[in-house]
C-alpha cells in the first residue's frame, strides 16, 4: 500500500470520523471514551498504512475495527466493574453480569466509582489503570517501573485494601 498518502487518510477521516465517533457514543454513552476510541482505530490505520493490503472499502475496514476496539472496551470495562464489584460486595454470591453493549453504566454507578478512584494518589490511580482499564500484566508494569514484579503484586494488594477500606467509610456514610 505505498501509495496511501496523508491526503487519502484526511479524505477518509473527513468522510468516516463523524460516523465512527456517533456509533461510538451511542455504544459507550461517553463523549471522552468515544472520541479516543476513534482516534485511536485512525491512529491504527495510519501506523499501519503500508501493513495493510490495498482495500477498495475503506469504510468497512474502519467500521469493523470500531466494532473490534468497542469490544475490547467492553471487555475492560467489565474486569474493572468485576473488580469493584469484588470490592463493593465482598460477602455477596451476585456477582457483576456484563451489560448489553448497547446501555452504559447507568450514571450514579459511574459517578460512586469516580468519587472512589478520585481519592486515589495518581500513583494508585495509574496502577489502577493499568491493571483494570488497560489490562497491563504485572510483569510489564514492574519493567516499566524498573521494580519487581512482586513489588506490583503488594502495590496492588495494598491498593485493594485502600480501595475496600474506602467503599466501607462510604457506605458508613
Known amino acids: 500500500m505505498a501509495e496511501f498518502t496523508s491526503e487519502a487518510f484526511d479524505k477518509l477521516f473527513a468522510d468516516h470520523y463523524e460516523k465512527l465517533y456517533r456509533l461510538c457514543l451511542v455504544k459507550t454513552r ?3 471514551d468515544s472520541e479516543q476510541i476513534t482516534l485511536l482505530v485512525f491512529e491504527m490505520l495510519w501506523e499501519n498504512r503500508h501493513k495493510l493490503p490495498d482495500r477498495p472499502d475503506w469504510g468497512g475496514w474502519l467500521y469493523k475495527t470500531t466494532e473490534n476496539k468497542l469490544h475490547e472496551y467492553y471487555r475492560a470495562k467489565k474486569k474493572e466493574l468485576q473488580y469493584l464489584d469484588e470490592i463493593l460486595h465482598p460477602d455477596s454470591d451476585l456477582k457483576y453480569e456484563e451489560p ?9 454507578i459511574q459517578k460512586q466509582k469516580d468519587a472512589l478512584l478520585a481519592q486515589l494518589t495518581p500513583e494508585e490511580r495509574q496502577l489502577y489503570d493499568e491493571i483494570y482499564r488497560e489490562k497491563t500484566k504485572y510483569k510489564d508494569i514492574a519493567a516499566k517501573l524498573h521494580t519487581s514484579e512482586g513489588a506490583i503484586k503488594m502495590r496492588a494488594k495494598r491498593l485493594k485494601k485502600k480501595l475496600n477500606r474506602l467503599v466501607k467509610e462510604a457506605k458508613a456514610e
Open 30 to 32: 461517553n463523549t471522552h
Open 100 to 108: 448489553d453493549e448497547a446501555t452504559a453504566l447507568p450514571e450514579d
